[in-house]
């Protein structure tokens, strides 16, 4: 069973930056994707950028651009650079994990991007 621990989350004005972590831990060698999705008052959760097995990404597109999706393979972590934040930005942000056994939901991150 894969555990995850999420961290960075926090309010920022508009224009600055955070980056959010996201640790795995137990089976993470039965990883084969990590991403972020999130989730605003009142809509759905959606995703934000996802990195899977091999290195390759995808945004959406209100991310590329703006946001970056890393993974440090060595340490099961992957983390998210969001540059340019903008008030729609505001969000639970949560990470998201696929296994060989299913996927796997952070606890979320609140991002709150106001001035």
């Known amino acids: 069973q894969v555990q995850l621990v999420e961290s960075g989350g926090g309010l920022v004005q508009p224009g600055g930056s955070l980056r959010l972590s996201c640790a795995a831990s137990?089976?993470?060698?039965?990883?084969?994707?990590m991403g972020w999705y999130r989730q605003a008052p009142g809509k759905q959760r959606e995703l934000v950028a996802i990195?899977?097995?091999?290195?390759?990404?995808n945004y959406a597109t209100s991310a590329k651009g703006r946001f970056t999706i890393s993974r440090d393979n060595a340490k099961n972590t992957v983390y998210l650079q969001m540059n340019s934040l903008k008030p729609e930005d505001t969000a639970v942000y949560y990470c998201?994990?696929?296994?060989?056994?299913?996927?796997?939901w952070g606890q979320g991150t609140l991002v709150t991007v106001s001035s």
């Open positions: 990195v899977i097995i091999g290195g390759s990404t």
């Open positions: 137990g089976s993470a060698g039965s990883i084969y994707a």
């Open positions: 998201n994990v696929g296994t060989a056994r299913g996927v796997v």
